[in-house]
């Protein structure tokens, strides 16, 4: 014969072991002031229940209670009457009575009904980054996407309050923190002229606080791919780094001022324009400093090496007869080493009147860098008496060779010692008729 039990008996048991009464069939129900006495629910004792149903009876822990909690396993679990009449078929309640301030509704499986507004979906996407994932900015830009609100039961939130959009949801928990290109995906049909210049901005001015010479320095299309903006040079620029720069700060750079210009930029026009540029603006050199200072190396540090390789084939000359028609005489170029302590100056005119040993001893000297141009350009007997004297100061005098060692010279001899001119033009880099020329009496 089964025991029986008066109210007063089961209230002053311990609940767990009320429970398992009922559980073991040996009671019928709960006493009815077990779980609500005066209008006040014993918090106590449905804690001490539920928590033995999922703790000990079907051994979850947090993330089965998540994924499996439902009315229907209370019910099966001899617990109907306390989630249907007490709390309203509501689980989550009960899990807030029972484990409060552990578990957020998003968490479930089964999310409660009416629960959810703005408020929340933004305390929501929080949660996920702050408690759930503990991402740092740098793993928020990199991992997060649609699919990590699905795999976290917040695909309802992210639909309904954010339109399936990542960076909706991102922004109204963390407002203007984050830009959309930060981001994996920027939103579809996001880019445009304003959003574009904005991004350029955000570039040089925020992420990398760049100065101008810095933003000539650095600025390439790597740059704009590492931070996000892969897509916003082909979309709104037509694919041009310049246009880019140009679009954010009208005016403020030249294209050749970058590290690469746009592809068919050079032409007679854009290099002429270069040049004044270069010599007005940028150097703002005076008629008589062009003609003592202009070299190519200065073309070159300015970011004009392929203007003037291109369009004129390395010829400054002809850059500046272009740019300015008329103005410069090329006779008046003054050839000079810039670290000479030499105070004369030597203009082509002067030079190509000068006896070719002459002007050598004054490239040997280290006092001009090379002959005018043009000092080897006719080939007369004239210009072979100039070589044969050169050859025979190189020989006798500077390297001091015997007759059998001057028809071993080489036209890396030639060069090294500064006549690489002479050989090309007269004696076509042939070292045995240079000698041939200076020492008929050899052969």
Known sequence: MEKQYSEAQLLAMEPVDVYKLVLDEKINRFPRSLFFYKGVLNVDAIASIVKYLFEVRLEWGHEEICNSISNEIFYENKLKFLIRNLLNNSPYKLLEIVYPGEYKPWELKNSPKGYFNRKIA?????????????W?????????SCEVFYQNNLRGIFHIYFDNSVYKALNAAYPDEYKPWELNKVPLRYWNRETGIEAVKWLIEEKKKWTRDEVCKNLTYQVFFENGLRSVIPLVFHGCLYEAINSAYPGEYKPWELKSVPKKYWNKTTAIEATIWLIDDKLNWTKEFVYENLKYKVFVEYGL???LDIVYHGNIFAALKAAYPNEYDLSEFIIKKSNSSNSKIYTQKKLLSMEALEVYKLIINNEIYRFPKGFWNFNDEKNFDNARALIRYLCDDILKLEDNEKMKMTLKDFQKNLLSGMMNSLFNNSPIEAIRCAYPELF
């Open 122 to 134: 933004i305390e929501a996407v929080k949660w996920l980054i702050e408690v759930k994932k503990k």
């Open 136 to 144: 740092a900015r740098d793993e928020v830009c990199k991992n997060l």
């Open 305 to 307: 090496a392929g203007m």
